[in-house]
């Protein structure tokens, strides 16, 4: 499973000409479209986590979007595009949803949006975390998934990219609840792994033309890539985006994980990469990161060692802090906090543009999810480090 090839291509803009080329050309390197026969329904899971448009780089772009509904319709078959984004799981704000994203344009009589907004039991006894969940419907109602992420830092998992875009697939509002569940970040990322596991898309393609550096998934800064990426499998696709943004095994508690359970590589070197754009060239030195206190381990139990990890540990500790002038009190972070951990209070220094209330955390019931800062719609909610982190991460660029 390791060994499942990645095709890299290089792809500079959005044009869709440049899109045609790179992303015909990177699915060819794995035949990656042989599994399509004239008649089946494939869903592609995109990524659609906020409503934002496409030039924001939160979201799949719609232009490799089309094309990839194109090459799947030329084959006979039809196409059935979604997700859950945050937020209410409804035919109304997932509508809107797709019209920020610019997703009506692809619609056509082989190409829907998904409306239906069912939900379903899942049950899978194999699974290291979620062993029972619930999960968006329309995914059963397809004959083959396909995930399309896009290559974004992310607070808690280090990355989202390929195997985290599949949280999608649980339902916006219950996605909090997940985190309280499982609110250590081993046993997240096993929930995410698991998910793939579960619904195990036949292909995933990736989005790295422009990916997001810093405050990810939502709120950080857009950075040129300038590649799309596919495989049959996640993990060693999600391992070649890791390196190209200069991370590890280490720093990604998911491709720890999949490693951990025999279905992941465990560093680039395991990981067989086709096509003409050389992994070097692809890769990022200086791309922002959203949190490093993960990548710090060291070797052996001796009580030094312990002691030293957890110094180091401290150093690089997070938490997520408002930007008071930046707050416009819409009340989200409160909404979707699901430890209950925020109150909004009202504040003189509050963006002029809002409501007077910001929120208040109360650290003792955090459990740093950081989906206040994935679904701020301003950006407000900050990743902050630790001071003594923040200035060893200063030395280390
Ligand atoms: S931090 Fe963001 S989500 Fe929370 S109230 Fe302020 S603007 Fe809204
Ligand atoms: S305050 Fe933010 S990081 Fe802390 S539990 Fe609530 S949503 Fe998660």
Known sequence: MS????????????????????????LDLINALDFVKPGMKIGIKANLVTGSSANKAITTHPVLLRRLCELITERGASVVIGDSPGGLYTQAFVQNVYKSCGLHELESSSVTLNTDFSIKDGKFPEAESLKSFIYTGWLDDVDAIIGFSKLKTHAMMGMSCAVKNMFGCIPGTTKPDYHMRFPEEKAFANVMVDLNEFFKPVLYIVDAIDGME????????????????????????????????????NDVQTLLVANERGLGPKDISEVSILGSYSLEDAKIPDFKRATIHQSITFEGGSAFNRIKSIAVKLAYSTKPLVKKDECIGCKKCHDTCPAKAITMIPSKGASPKGT????????????????????????????HYNPIGSLLNKMQR
């Open 3 to 26: 060994n499942t090839p990645v095709a890299l291509v290089k792809c500079d803009s959005y044009e869709y000409e440049e899109v045609k080329r790179a992303l015909d050309e990177s």
């Open 356 to 383: 007077g209330y910001i929120p208040q955390i109360d650290r003792s019931k955090c459990i740093k999810c950081f989906c206040c800062q994935e679904f701020c719609p301003v950006g407000a909610m900050k990743v």
């Open 214 to 249: 810093g405050n990810g998934p939502t709120a950080g800064e857009k950075r040129h890539i300038g590649a799309i990426l596919a495989s049959k499998r996640p993990y060693s696709l999600d391992m070649v985006c890791a390196h190209m943004i200069g991370m590890g095994i």
